[in-house]
Structure formats: structure tokens, C-alpha cells
């Protein structure tokens, strides 16, 4: 086969976004997976409501809300009482809500829509080694039946998970340790009065846990973490009885009746000391693995490709390598702040201190009431509250609107339908408000791979005037939905400078 611009090494959810993103953009991608099948079961769950309005680019969120579960609201219990209630259908978003959506079920829909654009896994090929060698990578492959193929592309894309091979071959650090915890878990058939319905519900008892979120009518998922077995995940099979002396010790009534699935797990908190290594870059778990606190992960990973393939399709625009580097920087920030986040809370849980859990049961709910901290909370968990404002690459010269150059561009409403509704064709788009028609044919011509929609302050409600303000201006939003650019639309020589940079004029 021929080299292709790109190999993503990883075909699980961040490999497949990779490739979906890669091909929106019209590069050339192979995604090769040293496995014979696809996930089978999943220890990835939620689909957070960032990554469904990434979904909408695609044109695939609607049957991911379909197939899927939502749950409204996150409950947590400490020795039988109620410490905190989350509404998570406050979640500033068209998906107001957390997604269940088993990772086989969303890699399902993943592929779909790859192969719909002509990208199909190569299973049972495996990356042996590869060599940088100027503007390309000189990569040896290994097929299924031994065979050994050499190709060339000028970009690799590490999506192979927490042991991954890139990583290990591009010598990047993946800096951190384990978690003092045993994890299990199972997707459960069970009955009783505190089965959950549309929540998730988290019960906290003497430093376990005991996660548990409806999948659907029939089946639960449960997630215990234990400070009492220590070290013996791995060691025995698990039981039944397993989860039931889990929830029977926290106080949960219920009858544990059947297993579809259930497994035990590790978790450890490293973060790769960097994203890129010349023509070598990590997403996903190849990047950042953390604990399952708040759902996470699989979300990231999609993320971060999104991210980054809008910089490689800049830079065969004409825009410098240079580029290339703010993915580390504004993804490896984002995902330095979630392990720090992620262990925080996961601490917070698992606290076996009687005068910690005690000073925890007391302030969560004063804590937990507040407005401020509810909205904080559902942003951390939905992933809506991640911005790149401190990026080198964002470009904010004012305005009187409360959306910043770097912020995640809201999909406003507007009069029959709203701002993104439409957004799926890969394109920048450039937003003009109160621009006169001379300046939207000038913002066109130095835009060319941009989509220039020009707009009234009177298009939009109340909230959309708040965050955008009735100066006129332009907002350059970027292929993963943020804004890159917030400026006078009067002033060329800001926006253009801007358009250099990303290579958005031929």
C-alpha cells in the first residue's frame, strides 16, 4: 500500500476520531491496530455533552443520543446519608446531560462514519519500529501473516493506549504512579429500592466506593474501589458476591442477580512528559491515563484529536511547523489539570480518615448548595469549561462581548435555528457581525478556507448579545469549536496576521 500523510497507530476511540477529523480535512490517513477485533466491552462509559457537540461536526450525535442512556443528575451518599446532589441537566450545552454509552457501542458509530469516508482498520498489523529522518518517518509495519512492510508517512500519531509502542519508541517520559486502590467492575442485573433510574449515584462508606449508573432497563454498571484488597486485583477471579459485600457494606439495598461482564482493574495517574517528539505525536491513553473520577477519559482522547488534526491540515496549507507545537501545549495543560483534578477527587472519595470524612460530610452539602460550585462542577464533568485563553496561538484584541480568543464557541440560538447547527463541513468558520458588505467581501477574500457567515446582533437572543456584544467584529472559530480569533473586523491587519498563522489564505 502506499504512505500515507498520517499513520494513526490505535484503532479505539481516539484513533477512529483521529481519523474521522483527518479525512473531514481531506488529508490522506492509514490507522493500523495490532488486534484481531474491536472492543468487546468497555471500561469507558460516558459520553460527556463536549465530545456529543463534537459528535454534531460529524453528523453522528444524534445516534449516539439514541442509542444511549441520559442521566441527569449525580447523587452522593456517605454512610447511608445524602451528602450532595449535581444537576447535570444544567449543563450549558444542546446536551444537557451525561451520556451511557458503552465504548464498543460508540466505537461502533466511530467506525461507521470512518468508513464512510474511505478509512478502514487494518487489523492484525502491527507498528515494529520506526525512524525520523527529515520531513517524513521511515516506519516498519508487521501483517498478520508475517510479512514486514516499510512506508514513509510524514506524520505518526500515537492513539495505542497506556503501553503504548510510540510512545516507548519516541522515548517520552510518561511520568507518574499508581493508585492504592482495588478496582472492579460489572455491568449487573440488580434489584432493590436504591437502584438508580436516571442519576448516577456514587455511596461512600469508610473509604470505599461504590459507583453505579443504569445502562438500561436491564443491566447496571457498578464500580467498587476498595482500600481493604489491596494488591489482590489479578489475583482471583471475581464473584457475584464480590459486589455484593461491596454494596451491603455501604448500606445500598439491593439483590445482586447476574454479571453480563465484570473484570477487575488498575489505575494509575502519568501524564507523557510531552505530546510530540518531531514528527511522532501521542493522544489518548498513549498520552494521559487517570481514574475513572468523573468520566474522563475516552472523552479527552476524542478531544485531543480534534485538536490536533486541524494543525496538520493547516500546515499542508502553508502554515509554519510551528503550529504543531501548540498541541502539546494547550492539550498537554488540559490534560495536567485533569490527573491533578481526577486524584483530587478521587482522594476526596476514598478519605479512611474518620475526622476527614466526617469534615467532608459537613461542608459537601453547605459546599455543594452554592450556585457558583454547581455550575463549576457540571462544566469540569461535561467538559464545556475547557479553554485555551493562555494559548500562543489565540488572538484577542477586545470587544464588548464576554466570549473570549480561546473560549469554546457555544452553539447560540438564533431565530429558526441555531449557530452550529450546520457546522459539518470541516471549515473554519469566520463570524461577521454588523459587518458592512464591503467588509464581509474583504474578510472573504483574505479567509479563503474559511466559511465566512456574516451577522446581526439582532439574530441572536439575550444571552447570545452577552457573549458575542454588538461592536462590530469577527470571531474566527476553529475546526474543534474554539475561538481562535477576536478582533475589530475594521482592523485587517489583526485578522489577516491571524489567517498567516493558520493558513487560512492561499
Not at 495536567?336 to 470524612?357: D, F, V
Amino acid at each position: 500500500m502506499s504512505a500515507p500523510l498520517v499513520l494513526v497507530v490505535g484503532a479505539g476511540p481516539t484513533g477512529m476520531t483521529m481519523a474521522i477529523e483527518l479525512k473531514r480535512f481531506g488529508l490522506d490517513v492509514r490507522v493500523v491496530d495490532k488486534s484481531d477485533h474491536p472492543a468487546q466491552h468497555s471500561q469507558a462509559l460516558v459520553v460527556q455533552a463536549r465530545t456529543l457537540e463534537q459528535m454534531q461536526r460529524y453528523g453522528i450525535a444524534a445516534q449516539a443520543v439514541a442509542q444511549g442512556r441520559r442521566l441527569t443528575k449525580a447523587m452522593f451518599w456517605s454512610e447511608k446519608k445524602n451528602i450532595a446532589t449535581f444537576a447535570l441537566d444544567q449543563i450549558p450545552s444542546r446536551y444537557p446531560y451525561v451520556l451511557f454509552l458503552p465504548q464498543n457501542e460508540t466505537e461502533a458509530i466511530l467506525n461507521e462514519k470512518m468508513e464512510s469516508l474511505g478509512v478502514k482498520t487494518e487489523r492484525q498489523t502491527e507498528l515494529v519500529s520506526f525512524n525520523q529522518q527529515g520531513d517524513s518517518v521511515s516506519v516498519a509495519l508487521r501483517h498478520s501473516d508475517g510479512s514486514q512492510e516499510q512506508i514513509s508517512p510524514r506524520w505518526i500519531i500515537g492513539c495505542d493506549g497506556a503501553h503504548s509502542t510510540v510512545r516507548e519508541q519516541a522515548g517520552i517520559p510518561f511520568e507518574g504512579g499508581g493508585v492504592g486502590l482495588s478496582f472492579f467492575l460489572g455491568d449487573l442485573e440488580i434489584e432493590g429500592p436504591d437502584a438508580p433510574t436516571d442519576e448516577l449515584v456514587i455511596h461512600l462508606h469508610k473509604g470505599n466506593v461504590v459507583f453505579m449508573g443504569r445502562l438500561s432497563d436491564k443491566l447496571t454498571r457498578v464500580i467498587v474501589a476498595l482500600h481493604s484488597q489491596q494488591g489482590e486485583e489479578g489475583q482471583r477471579e471475581l464473584s457475584l458476591q464480590d459486589f455484593q459485600q461491596a454494596v451491603d457494606e455501604a448500606g445500598v439495598q439491593l439483590k445482586i442477580r447476574s454479571s453480563a461482564w465484570m473484570t477487575p482493574f488498575r489505575v494509575n495517574d502519568r501524564q507523557a512528559a510531552q505530546y510530540r517528539a518531531g514528527n511522532v505525536f501521542l493522544a489518548g491513553d498513549a498520552s494521559h491515563i487517570h481514574s475513572p473520577v468523573g468520566g474522563q477519559g475516552m472523552n479527552t482522547g476524542m478531544q485531543d484529536a480534534a485538536n490536533l488534526a486541524w494543525k496538520f491540515a493547516a500546515v499542508v496549507r502553508g502554515a509554519g511547523e510551528g503550529l504543531l507545537n501548540s498541541y502539546h501545549e494547550e492539550r498537554g495543560k488540559v490534560g495536567k489539570a485533569l490527573l491533578r483534578s481526577t486524584e483530587r477527587g478521587l482522594k476526596a472519595a476514598t478519605a479512611s480518615s474518620p475526622l476527614i470524612e466526617s469534615v467532608r460530610d459537613a461542608l459537601l452539602p453547605v459546599i455543594a448548595g452554592l450556585h457558583p460550585v454547581q455550575k463549576a462542577i457540571t462544566a469540569f464533568i461535561s467538559e464545556t469549561a475547557i479553554e485555551y485563553r493562555s494559548s500562543s496561538i489565540v488572538s484577542d484584541h477586545g470587544g464588548d462581548g464576554a466570549l473570549r480568543a480561546g473560549d469554546r464557541m457555544p452553539d447560540l440560538t438564533l431565530r429558526n435555528s441555531t449557530l452550529l447547527e450546520d457546522w459539518t463541513d470541516g471549515k473554519p468558520l469566520a463570524l461577521a457581525l454588523d459587518a458592512t458588505d464591503q467588509e464581509i467581501q474583504q474578510v472573504e477574500s483574505g479567509l479563503q478556507h474559511a466559511r465566512v457567515l456574516p451577522l446581526r446582533a439582532s439574530d441572536f437572543d439575550d444571552e447570545g448579545r452577552r457573549l458575542l456584544g454588538t461592536e462590530g467584529k469577527l470571531l474566527i472559530i476553529r475546526p474543534d469549536g474554539y475561538v481562535g480569533f477576536r478582533g475589530s473586523i475594521s482592523r485587517p491587519s489583526q485578522w489577516e496576521a491571524y489567517a498567516r498563522q493558520d493558513g487560512l489564505k492561499s
